[in-house]
C-alpha cells in the first residue's frame, strides 16, 4: 500500500499538499488543470524533489530517503524514455542490471518481455529506428522486467494519436494483469482514465484529495474539475 | 528547483579547476614576486604597449569591416560549394601561425607572387614586414572568424521576418533599418572584442611578421627579454603589463559575447526576396570570390611550394616533426584530464566553468615565464621543456573545450538524468554507460581542436628550447630563419598535414557511429 502521509511539496510559491492511501493493485488516475502539480506529485513520489515535510511510505516503510532508482517503482516519462545510443535490449536490460553486465537468463527474459509488448526481434534495433509507437512499447518491456510492485506514468502517450493511445493504454492494463501491480498515472485527458483507471486523485488548488471513484468523479465533477473540463 | 535527478560528483571538477587555478594564477604570483617595478618601464616597454593596442584595434576593426559584407553575401545566397567555404572559414583558427605566415609571405612577401607582378608592371614593391604584415595576418586568421560570428546572426534572423519584409516590399534600406542594422549592433561589439582580445596576445605573428623597435608586442617583448638579455625581472614586469591589458580585453570580449562561434547551422541560406538585382548578385559573388581567394591563396601556395620542399627536409626536422606530434598528444590527454571533470562538475557547481575565463586572459608566456622563475631554483627547465610546452597548450585550448563540453554535458543530464536515476544507472556506470557516448562528438571536436592547436604551437616553446629539443612549428621557423626557404616550405607542409589530419581524426573519430 502506498501512503502520501501528510505531504507537503513547495517550490518557489507553489505548494502541493496531499494525505492519501492507495491500496495495493489499484489502477489510478492523477487529473486536474494544467499547472496544478500532478507531474510535480508523480515526481515527489518517485524520489526527483524533496518533500517540504510528510512521509511516503510502502507497506509501512518510510521511503523518502531512498534515492530514485532504489524505490519500489517504475517510471515512464512523457519523453526520453530511451536512450538513443543504446539497442533496444540494452535499453530493456537496464531495468535489470544497471551496469548491463546481463547473463544469458536476462537475454531471454528481455526477449520474452519484447514479445510480450510486440516487439519480438527488434533487439538489435536502435530507438531512431522505431516509430512513436513502438518506443512507447520498448519503455513498457523495460517496466515489465523491473517487475516493481508500484509503476508511475507521466503521460508517456501524449504525443501519440488517439488510437494508438488507446491501444497503449490497454497494453498497459494487460501488463498490470500480468505483474499486479499498482498503477499512477497522469492524465489531461479523461477518457484515459475511464479507459484503465477506476480510480482518481485529483490534483486542484494546491490539494491532491482522493481517490475517488473515476466514473462518479467525472459524471459529477467538483467546481475546479468541471471548469478544466469544460 | 531542487532537483535530485543525477548524483554528479563535482570533487573530481573540483579538484581539475583547482589545479588549473594554481597553475595560471601560481605562475602570475611568482612572476609578480620577481617583477622589478623599480626598473620602471623604459621607452621601448612603452613603444611595445602602444604597438600592441594599436595593431589590436586595426585587426579587429578591419576583420570585421571586411567580415560584414561578407557574411551577408554568404547569408544571402546559395551556390555550390558554400558548405565548403563555410567550412573553410573554420579553418584558420587550427591552422598553425608560423604555416599561415609563410603562406602570405608566399604571396605577399619580398618574392612573393604580387610582387612579382608588381614588378613586372614597372610599380614599386609592397612591404609585408612591420605593422602591415601583422595586421595583415592577424586579419588572415580572424576575418574568418568575425564572418561566422555574424553569419550566425544574419541567420539567427527568423525567416518569417524576411517573408513579413517580403510582403511589405522593403527596400534594401528599409532591410538595412529594420533588420539587418539592429542584428550588427547585437553582434558585431562581441566580435571585434574577441578578436581584440586575440590579438592582444599574439606572439608568434610578431616574432615572424614584426620585431624591431617598431613593431614589437608585448609577448614578443617578454620573450625578448627572457631569450636575450635574460633579465628575468623585466620579462616579469612585462608580464604583469601583458596579464593586465589582455586579461582586462578578454573580460569585456566575454562581457559582449554570447554567440558560440563553433556552433553549427551555417550550411542553410535563409529564403529572401531582396537582393535579387543583377548588380546585387555580381557584387556579392566578387564578395565571396575574394574572401575564398584571399584564404585559399596562401594555403595553396603553402601546398605548393612544399610539395617540392618535403625533399628537401633537413632530418631534424623530421625529428621535430614527431616531437611535435608526442607533444601534441600528450596535450589532448592533459586536456581530456581536465576538461572533462570541469564539465561534468560544472553541470552542477556553475562556478567551475569561470576557470575557462582564467585560461582566455591568461598568456602562454607569463605561466611559461613563471615555471621558468618556479622551476630553476630546483631542476634544469631547458630539460623539461616538453613537458611544459603540452602542460601549457592544455591549459590554452581549456577554454575552447569547455565552451563546447559544459553545455554538451548539461543537456546529457538535463535529458536523460531523471531517466538515469530511475534506474539506479548512477556514479561510474552512468560514466560508462550513459555519459561518454552522449558526448563523444563534441569530446572528438575539443580533442581534436586541442591536438591541433597544440601541435601547431609555437609559444612556450620558443621560450624553454634549445638547440636539441624543438617541435616542428620552432624547427621550421629556425629554417625561415636561415633562409632555408624551400625545406621551410616542405615543413610548412608536414604541420598544416599534421594539424589539419590529426584534427580530423579526432573529429570524425568522435561522429562516427553517434546515434541522435
Not at chain 1, 483507471?197 to 462518479?216: C, I, K, M, N, R
Not at chain 2, 534594401?172 to 574577441?194: C, N, Q, T, Y
Not at chain 2, 629556425?478 to 633562409?483: I, K, Q, V
Request: glycine content about 10%; charged content about 15%.
Amino acid at each position: 500500500m502506498l501512503t502520501l502521509e501528510g505531504l507537503n511539496i513547495r517550490q518557489g510559491a507553489f505548494e502541493l499538499s496531499a494525505d492519501i492511501h492507495i491500496q495495493d493493485g489499484a489502477r489510478v488516475a492523477i487529473i486536474g488543470p494544467s499547472g496544478a502539480g500532478k507531474s510535480t506529485l508523480l515526481s515527489a513520489i518517485a524520489g526527483f524533489l524533496p518533500l517540504h515535510h510528510g512521509r511516503i511510505l510502502w507497506d509501512g516503510q518510510d521511503i523518502g530517503a531512498l534515492s530514485p532508482g532504489q524505490r519500489p517503482l517504475s517510471m515512464v516519462f512523457q519523453e526520453a524514455n530511451l536512450f538513443p545510443h543504446l539497442n533496444i535490449a540494452q535499453n530493456v536490460g537496464l531495468g535489470l542490471r544497471p551496469d548491463l553486465k546481463l547473463s544469458s537468463a536476462q537475454h531471454e527474459r528481455i526477449a520474452q518481455a519484447l514479445e510480450v509488448v510486440g516487439l519480438g526481434g527488434m533487439e538489435v534495433r536502435k530507438p531512431a529506428q522505431l516509430s512513436g509507437g513502438q518506443q512507447s512499447r520498448a519503455a513498457l518491456a523495460r517496466v515489465l522486467v523491473q517487475d516493481r510492485p508500484l509503476v508511475l506514468l507521466d503521460e508517456p502517450f501524449a504525443a501519440l494519436g488517439p488510437a494508438l493511445k488507446a491501444e497503449m493504454l490497454d497494453l498497459v492494463s494487460e501488463l498490470l494483469d500480468r505483474t499486479g501491480a499498482t498503477l499512477l498515472m497522469v492524465s489531461h485527458d479523461p477518457q484515459d482514465a475511464r479507459r484503465i483507471t477506476s480510480q482518481t486523485v485529483l490534483v486542484a488548488e494546491g490539494q491532491a484529495t482522493g481517490p475517488h471513484d473515476t466514473g462518479a468523479l467525472l459524471d459529477d465533477p467538483p467546481a475546479a474539475l468541471r471548469e478544466y473540463l469544460g | 528547483m531542487a532537483d535530485r535527478a543525477v548524483q554528479i560528483r563535482s570533487w573530481p571538477g573540483v579538484i581539475a579547476a583547482a589545479f588549473v587555478a594554481v597553475l595560471i594564477l601560481g605562475t602570475l604570483i611568482a612572476v609578480v614576486l620577481r617583477a622589478e617595478a623599480r626598473a620602471g618601464l623604459g621607452p621601448s616597454d612603452w613603444a611595445a604597449i602602444r604597438f600592441t593596442i594599436k595593431q589590436s584595434v586595426m585587426s579587429a576593426v578591419l576583420s570585421v569591416a571586411l567580415a560584414v559584407p561578407v557574411a551577408r553575401a554568404l547569408a544571402r545566397r546559395q551556390f555550390f560549394g558554400r558548405k565548403m567555404l563555410v567550412m573553410l572559414l573554420g579553418a584558420p583558427f587550427i591552422l598553425p601561425v608560423i604555416v599561415a605566415v609563410l603562406g602570405l609571405l608566399a604571396v605577399l612577401g619580398r618574392n612573393g607572387v604580387l610582387n612579382g607582378a608588381l614588378g613586372w608592371l614597372g610599380l614599386p614593391e609592397v612591404q609585408i614586414y612591420g605593422l602591415h604584415g601583422v595586421v595583415l595576418a592577424h586579419v588572415f586568421f580572424n576575418m574568418p572568424l568575425a564572418v561566422r560570428v555574424i553569419l550566425q546572426g544574419w541567420q539567427a534572423i527568423p525567416a518569417e521576418r524576411f517573408r513579413l519584409a517580403a510582403q511589405l516590399r522593403f527596400s534594401p534600406r528599409d532591410m538595412w533599418r529594420v533588420l539587418e542594422r539592429p542584428m550588427l549592433m547585437r553582434v558585431v561589439p562581441g566580435a571585434f572584442a574577441i578578436i581584440f582580445a586575440l590579438c592582444m596576445s599574439s606572439f608568434a605573428v610578431a616574432l615572424t611578421l614584426g620585431g624591431g623597435p617598431k613593431a614589437t608586442t608585448v609577448e614578443l617583448a617578454i620573450y625578448q627579454a627572457f631569450r636575450f638579455d635574460f633579465d628575468l625581472g623585466k620579462a616579469a614586469l612585462l608580464g604583469c603589463i601583458q596579464i593586465g591589458l589582455a586579461g582586462g580585453a578578454a573580460m569585456v570580449a566575454l562581457r559582449l559575447s554570447s554567440t558560440d562561434s563553433f556552433g553549427g547551422g551555417l550550411d542553410r541560406t535563409v529564403e529572401r526576396w531582396d537582393a535579387q538585382g543583377r548588380g546585387q548578385t555580381i557584387w556579392d559573388g566578387v564578395l565571396i570570390a575574394s574572401a575564398a581567394l584571399f584564404l585559399l591563396l596562401p594555403l595553396g601556395m603553402i601546398v605548393g611550394r612544399g610539395v617540392q620542399g618535403v625533399f628537401e627536409m633537413p632530418v631534424n626536422a623530421w625529428w621535430a616533426a614527431a616531437v611535435s606530434l608526442q607533444v601534441s598528444l600528450v596535450s589532448t590527454v592533459v586536456l581530456l584530464l581536465l576538461a572533462l571533470p570541469i564539465a561534468i562538475g560544472a553541470a552542477r557547481l556553475r562556478l567551475l566553468e569561470s576557470v575557462g575565463v582564467l585560461g582566455i586572459a591568461s598568456s602562454p608566456l607569463v605561466i611559461g615565464t613563471g615555471l621558468f622563475v618556479m622551476i630553476y631554483p630546483v631542476a634544469d627547465p631547458i630539460a623539461l621543456a616538453l613537458p611544459v610546452t603540452a602542460l601549457v597548450n592544455a591549459v590554452m585550448a581549456l577554454p575552447f573545450a569547455l565552451r563546447v563540453l559544459v553545455p554538451a554535458v548539461r543537456d546529457v543530464v538535463q535529458d536523460y538524468g531523471r531517466l538515469a536515476a530511475s534506474l539506479n544507472v548512477t556514479g561510474a556506470v552512468w560514466l560508462r554507460i550513459v555519459l561518454l557516448p552522449r558526448l563523444r562528438a563534441p569530446l572528438g571536436f575539443a580533442a581534436g581542436l586541442t591536438a591541433a592547436l597544440s601541435m601547431g604551437d609555437l609559444g612556450v616553446i620558443a621560450l624553454f628550447a634549445d638547440a636539441e629539443r624543438a617541435t616542428l612549428p620552432l624547427q621550421m621557423y629556425r629554417l625561415m630563419g636561415s633562409y632555408q626557404t624551400e625545406a621551410a616550405a616542405g615543413a610548412g607542409l608536414v604541420l598544416l598535414t599534421l594539424s589539419f589530419g590529426i584534427f580530423w581524426l579526432f573529429d570524425q573519430g568522435g561522429r562516427s557511429h553517434v546515434d541522435a
